[in-house]
Nanobody
Framework: VQVVESGGRLVQAGGSLRLSCVAS?????????MGWFRQAPGEERVFVGR????????VYDDSVKGRFTLSRNNAKNTVYLQMDSLKPSDTGVYYC?????????????????WGQGTQVTVSS
């Protein structure tokens, strides 16, 4: 399974970005949850949000709730992370991951396949 993220860049505080994640090689993409994590320099990888296989159930970390929105297009094997009202604390490398189950979870252990990450930098 290959996972490829895109869309990260430098943006000013208060701005928006949409990250995309394409997962290929898994026979039925809609059977698996997807998650996003963020890792800042020198810090652990932390949970941002997850979406179930159908795209109807989402969970977000409190730090991004109300500002970030997950969606997915199963026909395109793609998950999107819409990031609004960005803050400098949102800066980091964003990783997309494919869960081993329909729902995924808040810890990295729930996920089997990971992308290489995309850098998001929010300037103040």
């Amino acid at each position: 399974v290959q996972v490829v993220e895109s869309g990260g860049r430098l943006v000013q505080a208060g701005g928006s970005l949409r990250l995309s994640c394409v997962a290929s090689g898994r026979t039925t993409f809609s059977n698996y949850g997807m998650g996003w994590f963020r890792q800042a320099p020198g810090e652990e990888r932390v949970f941002v949000g997850r979406i179930d296989g159908s795209g109807t159930f989402t969970v977000y970390d409190d730090s991004v709730k109300g500002r970030f929105t997950l969606s997915r297009n199963n026909a395109k094997n793609t998950v999107y992370l819409q990031m609004d009202s960005l803050k400098p604390s949102d800066t980091g490398v964003y990783y997309c991951a494919v869960a081993g189950t329909y729902y995924g979870g808040p810890y990295t252990s729930y996920y089997d396949y990971w992308g290489q990450g995309t850098q998001v930098t929010v300037s103040s």
